[in-house]
T-cell receptor, first 112, second 113 residues
């Protein structure tokens, strides 16, 4: 029940295209769903996060879509750029909890 | 504002040794969490400290321990190192206990030979 399942494992997108990464969870006690971006040799950096009372959140080219009934959420990267090439992790945590449960990660490559 | 800093950045140890890693959170942040990142297991939560007290613990053996000092700086220790402990150890800081917004440091890459 603690798992967060992430897909796909890797993704290749053309410059200007839309990158879509999906995550699913089982534990309905999860209350906070962040996405992190990690470049080689760096720690994960918080991109955007959402709570279950909102179905969509947009920040610049990054959008989270959240489906509470299906227990799924996804990250959309619009107008993908080569600089977006990185590993993306979805995560979840419970209310007032710092224990993040991470998905396995998606390696995104944006071809120019 | 400076980010989370971790020292050392790289470390090579042999089996059976012990190691101590250090983390300085963002100024003003009082909660520190530790994660282990490996290719096989991904990112896994180790423990969280707030006000010098361990608040939460992941599913790791007792060889993994940590502490937090009054200035919020934290250390984690791994005793009797095993080959499988080779990993990137990440520290994350947040403003207060239970604040889900966590900012990660660059990590300490530990190689156990």
């Amino acid at each position: 029940q603690q798992q967060v399942k992430q897909s796909p494992q890797s993704l290749i997108v053309q410059k200007g295209g839309i990158s879509i990464i999906n995550c699913a969870y089982e534990n309905t006690a999860f209350d906070y769903f962040p996405w992190y971006q990690q470049f080689p040799g760096k720690g994960p950096a918080l991109l955007i996060a959402i709570r279950p009372d909102v179905s969509e959140k947009k920040e610049g080219r990054f959008t989270i879509s959240f489906n509470k009934s299906a227990k799924q959420f996804s990250l959309h990267i619009m107008d993908s750029q080569p600089g977006d090439s990185a590993t993306y992790f979805c995560a979840a945590s419970m209310e007032y909890g710092n224990k993040l449960v991470f998905g396995a990660g998606t390696i995104l490559r944006v071809k120019s | 504002k400076a980010g989370v800093t971790q020292t050392p950045r790289y470390l090579i140890k042999t089996r059976g040794q012990q190691v101590t890693l250090s983390c300085s959170p963002i100024s003003g942040h009082r909660s520190v969490s530790w994660y282990q990142q490996t290719p096989g297991q991904g990112l896994q939560f180790l423990f969280e400290y707030f006000s010098e007290t361990q608040r939460n613990k992941g599913n790791f053996p007792g060889r993994f321990s940590g502490r937090q000092f009054s200035n919020s700086r934290s250390e984690m220790n791994v005793s009797t190192l095993e080959l499988g402990d080779s990993a990137l150890y990440l520290c994350a800081s947040s403003l207060v206990e239970g604040d889900e917004t966590q900012y990660f440091g660059p990590g300490t890459r530990l190689l156990v030979l």
